[in-house]
């Protein structure tokens, strides 16, 4: 059943962050749209990850041993590192344009230029190859009952400070940026708006682009936190080799995996604007 469900993760992840790539390189709206941009930036960090991660972790829980080599062992974790940084941070960045779009409409404007998407996109993913890029050399082949398996290789210190810094810069740091950014964002929606007042179409929109943001947000919160968990359980804690650990490693491996191919669907949902886009797609493709 493993393979099955590596191969449905990996199949939905590449078509449906496929479509929604496509959906806003045919929107000529999209470059004058900051959220839309980031959206983007968070869709190819989904795209790489399904692409270059998924196949090649399937193999973990398929074969006995790793049949890739030693580069491939180093580059797949760094991917998987890299994206999941990239992710947390664009996640991070929306959150704070979310706010300044609601609470500050007319004086985010200068800063929330396409320009400075871009910019930030830079910088989401500059700090992202700086954050994952240990990890190239974290992982290496490691003979076991005549096979070779990909695994750590540092010693259990290095490996403390790595992990415990990757779950504090690559998780817990961004959920309370956008706890934080969400917290104030929601607050404001609350009391500034009389909910018997009309409310401007431009405010609709913003509340529904919110929405489906935070419902993203909620997700790769949720689907990533029992992957840090399992790490930091080994390192710290008591987490024997039993088939319960293995099932529960399992688990969060799979859930932090498909995080990359819940996105879309969450879009083709909530937005009109995605359904519609997916909808032109499909009828150019027929």
């Given at each position: 059943?493993?393979?099955?469900?590596?191969?449905?993760?990996?199949?939905?992840?590449?078509?449906?962050?496929?479509?929604?790539?496509?959906?806003?390189?045919?929107?000529?709206?999209?470059?004058?749209?900051?959220?839309?941009?980031?959206?983007?930036?968070?869709?190819?960090?989904?795209?790489?990850?399904?692409?270059?991660?998924?196949?090649?972790?399937?193999?973990?829980?398929?074969?006995?041993?790793?049949?890739?080599?030693?580069?491939?062992?180093?580059?797949?974790?760094?991917?998987?590192?890299?994206?999941?940084?990239?992710?947390?941070?664009?996640?991070?960045?929306?959150?704070?344009?979310?706010?300044?779009?609601?609470?500050?409409?007319?004086?985010?404007?200068?800063?929330?230029?396409?320009?400075?998407?871009?910019?930030?996109?830079?910088?989401?993913?500059?700090?992202?190859?700086?954050?994952?890029?240990?990890?190239?050399?974290?992982?290496?082949?490691?003979?076991?009952?005549?096979?070779?398996?990909?695994?750590?290789?540092?010693?259990?210190?290095?490996?403390?400070?790595?992990?415990?810094?990757?779950?504090?810069?690559?998780?817990?740091?961004?959920?309370?940026?956008?706890?934080?950014?969400?917290?104030?964002?929601?607050?404001?929606?609350?009391?500034?708006?009389?909910?018997?007042?009309d409310i401007s179409e431009s405010k609709k929109s913003k509340r529904k682009?919110?929405?489906?943001?935070?419902?993203?947000?909620?997700?790769?919160?949720?689907?990533?936190?029992?992957?840090?968990?399992?790490?930091?359980?080994?390192?710290?804690?008591?987490?024997?080799?039993?088939?319960?650990?293995?099932?529960?490693?399992?688990?969060?491996?799979?859930?932090?995996?498909?995080?990359?191919?819940?996105?879309?669907?969450?879009?083709?949902?909530?937005?009109?604007?995605?359904?519609?886009?997916?909808?032109?797609?499909?009828?150019?493709?027929?």
């Open positions: 059943i493993v393979p099955v469900v590596f191969s449905l993760i990996f199949l939905l992840g590449t078509v449906g962050n496929s479509l929604v790539l496509a959906v806003l390189l045919r929107n000529g709206q999209m470059g004058h749209n900051t959220t839309n941009l980031f959206i983007l930036n968070l869709s190819l960090a989904d795209f790489f990850f399904i692409v270059f991660c998924v196949p090649f972790q399937a193999t973990i829980y398929s074969l006995e041993g790793w049949v890739f080599g030693s580069f491939i062992c180093k580059a797949v974790h760094f991917f998987i590192y890299l994206t999941m940084y990239a992710s947390s941070f664009t996640l991070a960045a929306v959150s704070v344009d979310r706010y300044l779009a609601i609470r500050y409409p007319l004086r985010s404007r200068e800063l929330r230029t396409p320009h400075n998407a871009v910019t930030a996109m830079a910088v989401i993913w500059g700090l992202s190859v700086v954050f994952a890029g240990p990890y190239l050399s974290y992982y290496d082949l490691i003979e076991w009952e005549s096979n070779y398996i990909c695994m750590p290789g540092w010693e259990e210190w290095r490996r403390k400070v790595m992990d415990t810094s990757t779950f504090a810069f690559g998780y817990v740091i961004p959920v309370l940026v956008i706890s934080l950014s969400y917290t104030r964002t929601i607050k404001y929606l609350w009391t500034a708006v009389d909910p018997l007042e682009v919110t929405k489906m943001i935070i419902i993203v947000t909620i997700l790769f919160c949720l689907c990533w936190l029992p992957y840090h968990v399992v790490i930091l359980r080994y390192l710290y804690g008591d987490f024997p080799f039993n088939q319960a650990t293995y099932a529960f490693r399992l688990l969060s491996h799979c859930m932090a995996y498909a995080n990359s191919c819940l996105n879309p669907i969450v879009y083709a949902l909530v937005s009109k604007h995605f359904r519609k886009g997916f909808k032109k797609v499909f009828s150019c493709l027929l």
